[in-house]
């Protein structure tokens, strides 16, 4: 048995971290996409946007919320390879890679009741300052027919901001920021 293992160990070793990395590659994948959107939001001005990530609003899963004088970017940022189908009002989207299908929930539904939410819970913001976004890596296709816009994720930041107008004021960000912070 020793001598089968002194001759074999370096190819079980291979063996053993191939199969370790088969495993963790998808947790590596998402951890890397989150990473980007993350960089991509720290270069938006500290002083007037406020991020919140991995929020529960109402039992809703929003990935990320920025809040700012000129609205409130609900952002849901997806690492979704492959073909990716559906329409605006769908109450589920169709990932196909590789043959294969798998149904996720339509993120553009998610920010529409996230936004609800939040202007219940802050009645003070105007339904007009409420802006879905829903952005996926650079590595899909998009087959989705919607008048949100989809975006990749570069295109994340020039989308917030490209909006200039002030539509909130300080009182209204610090209520939204009060309880966004309880999320």
């Known amino acids: 048995m020793w001598s089968f293992l002194k001759e074999w160990w370096p190819f079980l070793l291979v063996c053993a971290a191939a199969v370790l990395l088969f ?55 997806k690492d979704y390879k492959g073909w990716l189908t559906g ?4 109450a589920q989207w169709t990932q196909n890679t590789e043959g294969k ?13 996230a936004a609800e939410a939040l202007r219940r ?4 913001l105007p339904a007009g ?10 590595d899909c296709t998009l087959r989705l027919r919607t008048e949100t816009p989809i975006l990749k994720y570069g295109a994340i930041g020039p989308a917030i901001r490209a909006k200039r ?7 209204t960000i610090s209520r939204l920021c009060r309880f966004l912070s309880g999320c």
């Open 23 to 77: 495993l963790l590659l998808p947790l590596l994948k998402k951890r890397m996409g989150e990473k980007a959107v993350s960089i991509i939001l720290n270069t938006l001005p500290p002083d007037s946007y406020h991020i919140f990530r991995q929020l529960l609003i109402e039992g809703t899963a929003v990935d990320y919320v920025i809040v700012s004088p000129f609205g409130v970017f609900f952002l849901q940022a």
């Open 87 to 90: 329409h605006e009002k769908d």
């Open 101 to 113: 299908q798998k149904a996720f929930p339509n993120p553009i539904l998610q920010n529409q009741r």
């Open 121 to 124: 819970a802050v009645p003070q």
């Open 129 to 138: 300052a409420c802006f879905p976004l829903v952005a996926f890596p650079g």
């Open 165 to 171: 107008a002030c539509l909130l004021d300080d009182d």
